[in-house]
């Protein structure tokens, strides 16, 4: 059973293994939560087990948001009309999944699964707004309660939504990696 999905943007390189550059970032919170029973012995052990498969038989998932191999979040072409109902039905099938608990990898990830929640049709401008007044109504990282944002009856409402510090190396902010093991004990258990 899947306890909990990653969410994140997309992947950035075109491999199966997950979070490469990050491993210590992502997969050390994952050991150091407990939730990654031992940390490999070498980069070989690594690359063949850091996958979707492996991550499914330790009850968890990788989901990203947008389709394909992209290396930034600043070059998603946010105006590709095609890519946002990509982006829709992927959050739908977040929305209506088994899974209770949705951990998104940064603040970007979160901003588009609110978005294409809330909005039919895409627009950049409108983007940017709705980015403004999420980020007015609460910057920090953690659990988040989904009536803050105008969603008081929504399927989404019976998941656990966390919002982690993004594991990218080109992320701005600083990575707090002791949120990330708090939430993931909280929800391993």
Not at 44 to 69: C, H, M, R, T, W
Not at 114 to 143: H, N, P, Q, R, T
Request: charged share 30%.
């Amino acid at each position: 059973m899947i306890k909990f999905s990653i969410v994140g943007t997309s992947k950035s390189k075109n491999e199966d293994v997950y979070y490469i550059n990050e491993r210590m970032k992502m997969w050390g919170c994952l050991f150091l939560s407990g939730v990654l029973p031992n940390y490999w012995e070498n980069i070989e052990q690594f690359y063949s087990n850091a996958n979707q498969s492996f991550a499914n038989k330790l009850g968890f998932e990788f989901k990203d948001l947008v389709p394909g191999i992209i290396s930034n979040d600043k070059s998603i072409n946010l105006e590709d009309k095609e890519l946002f109902t990509e982006i829709r039905k992927c959050t739908r099938e977040l929305i209506f999944s088994e899974v209770k608990n949705l951990l998104f990898n940064g603040k970007t990830a979160f901003h588009l699964f609110l978005f294409s929640m809330v909005f039919e049709e895409y627009s950049l401008s409108e983007f940017k707004k709705f980015k403004k007044f999420i980020e007015a109504k609460d910057s920090s990282y953690g659990k988040r309660n989904l009536k803050d944002f105008f969603l008081d009856d929504h399927p989404v409402l019976k998941k656990n939504i966390i919002v982690l510090p993004n594991t990218s190396s080109r992320s701005k902010t600083g990575f707090d990696e002791f949120i990330w093991i708090k939430n993931l004990k909280e929800i391993s258990k």
